[in-house]
């Protein structure tokens, strides 16, 4: 029951994507036609040889009712762009579903061959060991963003799958909160909205906020409480706080943009929007609006992460397929690693920040430059 | 069967309430056989009350009187045109995609950022009517092409996803019509204004429910609809006519929905789908049809969105607070269907 649905925009991009693709899929088979022997290199585990104007590119997210996807399309697409591959590029859309991630994932492969880049968001965990296999029996190349199960890496799995990478929610639940708490006067009580309570980064976020609490001594966090990423759930949410707590309320700590929005909502309708200060984490068009018009009592949010993480995830997928690099005898950071911090939006910069769907600003020369640290097992 | 199902129709139609001939037993198991009130629904709910309003004195404030109102709005709208599918022993799947879809319409039919359409209340009827479109498209798909309700509006559902997702575009329209964010943001003798939006479907809905040969009919479908079906009743033209109230209830709904949150989004909807069974199927009305009513489905929304409410203001930790919620209402259901089981027993 979480994210649902057919998108009906993805799915006619969809059927552009097949059509154009069953074009190139004639040119990708004359073209490997002509150098045969560098099949076998691929299955050692040592860097691809596709010839770079044949890979075939393909992300793999929700949906685009999620505007996070919508700016890791963009990246996805300004990678595509920089390398000329532009008719190469596949978008797919899960529609979390788990099973249908995995068969589409599954009829690309069979369809490009070995020559297929992919950059995955999984649904969930579980789905992730059939993802690899897929792509190892094909010799394809994967890199994955957000969820892997705990034991599992690229150094440990295969070279095919290339790089896991994910963005540290503890330096954006800190900073967010930091800006609060000096929006607020260095002092007061919160309130603060969690993600949902097992999500490795809904737990991330909130160790931020912790973190931040520690350093300032005069801010009381009075409660918090899950609304499972959801607006309308954060809305009242907020709103019950806000009957329980009344005035002693100084500023709502919020672990996405979505919740953030709906205690926006909640304040607006309570009579105390620009008096209670609100922070949150995502970098959603809707929420750098509200900061940069700095009207409603919005502080600040972090900036998307999401076309870096499209961009760079087919970028390294790409370089391991073209042979430039060799995954197998990249360093364990570069193989499982966190997103350098992205920074966060406020009144200040919201201005002059790009869009989080502009991603002309990506410069994919050094793929590694993403890199902040290595994840753990 | 038919026994029960003239004497429950002698009720429906005698605004007597209980009759004389159920003397069987004692006080409550006589008040609880009163079916035109939700007496046990009721009784959950003041235990509800009661429970919460000793644990923290903030539940009972007007303050959070008006929160409760305004969380409830939305559903209880979603709960009256739900009913009468219930009544009629179909279900109706598909809320969650018609809020979807008529959030989306009507913030794009009102002042917003992304079109330049100002329609105003014809983006109210429009929005109604999408909804009613929907749910005629379920309605004639159960009684034409005789398809299980379920299954059908499982289809329309996502139906209604997809018109969302097109309409969405990647940036979700937001608001800028000052009458339709004053439905929102606005209080009518301290009340938000859509409780009162709510409180007038629910009046509608009870005025359908004893007053029209459609509301009274829905009864007797539900109870039995071969019977209903020899009586000479047009049962699918009655069906059709429940879901297409159901879908113009999830169009207002929807409308409700984008002047709450303050924008068109696809995500609107979620969540609503639990919220409107569980008050439905709390309050009393059966999933098999044939009983239960409007007023008992508000009851049963009002518990649920008391129980979401009065924990966080009770302090339970959200870790826990799942497998209350959980406890509670299968607690609340129990106490409801009591007098169902004792049939049951009855007649085993």
Redesign the interface.
Same mark, same amino acid.
């Given at each position: 029951?979480r994210r649902?649905?057919?998108?009906?925009?993805a799915r006619s991009r969809r059927r552009a994507a097949v059509l154009s693709a069953a074009v190139v899929l004639t040119l990708t088979v004359a073209g490997c036609a002509g150098n045969g022997s560098g099949f076998t290199d691929a299955a050692s585990g040592k860097g691809g040889t596709c010839d770079p104007k044949q890979v075939h590119l393909v992300q793999s997210g929700r949906?685009? #009712?999620n505007?996070y996807y919508?700016a890791v399309d963009a990246g996805a697409r300004a990678f595509a762009k920089s390398v000329g591959l532009q008719n190469n590029y596949t978008w797919i859309a899960s529609e979390g579903d788990s099973s249908k991630q995995l068969t589409q994932i599954q009829s690309l492969l069979a369809k490009y061959g070995r020559c297929t880049v992919l950059n995955v968001d999984p649904n969930d965990n579980s789905i992730l060991p059939a993802i690899v296999t897929a792509v190892q029996r094909q010799n394809a190349w994967l890199v994955t963003q957000w969820n892997k199960p705990d034991g599992m890496t690229p150094a440990t799995s295969s070279a095919h799958w290339v790089a896991h990478m994910s963005v540290d929610g503890v330096p954006q639940g800190y900073n967010t909160a930091k800006a609060l708490f000096q929006a607020m006067g260095g002092k007061g009580n919160i309130v603060a909205l #969690?993600g949902i309570?097992d999500n490795v980064p809904a737990q991330q976020r909130f160790a931020g906020l912790q973190k931040a609490l520690k350093e300032f001594p005069q801010v009381h966090l009075l409660?918090?409480?899950?609304a499972n990423w959801?607006?309308?759930?954060a809305?009242?949410?907020t709103?019950?706080?806000?009957?329980?707590y009344?005035d002693k309320i100084n500023g709502v700590w919020s672990a996405n943009d979505?919740m953030g929005?709906?205690a926006i909502?909640a304040l607006?309708?309570a009579g105390k929007v620009g008096v209670v200060k609100v922070s949150s984490v995502d970098g959603l068009?809707?929420t750098i609006?509200d900061v940069k018009a700095n009207n409603v009592g919005y502080v600040a949010t972090t900036r998307s992460t999401g076309s870096v993480q499209g961009g760079f995830g087919l970028a390294i997928g790409y370089a391991a397929a073209i042979g430039k690099i060799d995954p197998a005898k990249e360093p364990a950071e570069h193989r499982a690693f966190y997103l350098t911090y992205q920074g966060i939006v406020t009144s200040q910069n919201a201005g002059s920040l790009p869009s989080p769907?502009d991603a002309s600003g990506l410069n994919f020369n050094n793929i590694w430059s993403v890199v902040a640290s290595p994840i753990g097992n | 069967m038919a026994p029960d199902l003239l004497s429950q129709e002698h009720e429906v139609g005698n605004a007597a309430g209980a009759s004389e001939d159920r003397s069987r037993g004692g006080l409550w198991a006589r008040v609880s056989r009163i079916e035109r009130v939700p007496i046990p629904a009721l009784a959950a709910l003041a235990l509800i009350v009661i429970v919460f309003g000793l644990a923290?004195s903030?539940f009972l404030?007007l303050?959070?009187m008006?929160?409760l109102a305004?969380?409830s709005a939305i559903p209880v709208v979603l709960a009256v045109g739900m009913t009468f599918v219930i009544l009629m022993g179909s279900i109706d799947l598909s809320v969650?995609?018609v809020v979807a879809a008529t959030s989306m319409v009507s913030a794009l039919l009102v002042i917003n950022d992304r079109t330049h359409h100002h329609l105003g209340l014809w983006a109210v009827l429009i929005s109604v009517a999408v909804g009613a479109g929907i749910g005629a498209v379920a309605g004639l798909s159960v009684t034409r092409l005789r398809i299980p309700s379920f299954l059908v509006t499982i289809g329309t559902?996502?139906i209604g996803?997809?018109i969302?997702?097109?309409l969405?575009?990647?940036?979700?329209p937001?608001v800028r019509d000052r009458e339709l964010l004053s439905w929102?943001?606005k209080t009518w003798l301290g009340m938000?204004r859509l409780a009162f939006v709510a409180l007038a479907v629910v009046l509608l809905g009870l005025w359908v429910q004893h007053m029209t040969r459609f509301g009274r009919y829905a009864y007797v479908i539900g109870g039995g609809e071969d019977i209903a079906r020899l009586s000479g009743i047009k049962v699918a033209r009655f069906r059709t006519l429940a879901f297409i109230v159901a879908g113009a209830c999830s169009g207002l709904a929807g409308v409700m929905?984008t002047s709450?949150?303050?924008?068109g989004?696809?995500?609107?909807g979620?969540?609503y789908l639990?919220l409107t069974i569980a008050g439905v199927v709390i309050g009393g009305t059966l999933l098999t049809g044939g009983r239960g009513g409007v007023l008992h489905s508000v009851v049963g929304v009002l518990i649920m969105v008391s129980i979401?409410?009065g924990m966080?203001?009770v302090?339970i930790s959200?870790?826990v607070q799942q497998s209350v919620q959980g406890a509670i209402v299968v607690l609340a259901v129990t106490a409801t269907l009591w007098r169902l089981r004792e049939r049951l027993r009855v007649v085993k």
């Open positions: 029951m649902l649905p057919p998108t009906v925009i949906g685009f #009712e505007p919508v #969690e309570l409660e918090a409480q899950t959801d607006q309308t759930q809305q009242n949410v709103q019950t706080f806000l009957t329980k009344g979505a929005l709906g909502e607006k309708a068009q809707q609006d769907t | 923290n903030t404030t303050a959070n008006q929160a305004d969380q969650e995609g559902w996502q996803i997809g969302a997702q097109v969405f575009g990647g940036q979700p937001v929102a943001l938000p929905a709450r949150s303050g924008q989004a696809v995500a609107n979620n969540g639990f979401t409410n966080i203001l302090g959200p870790y």
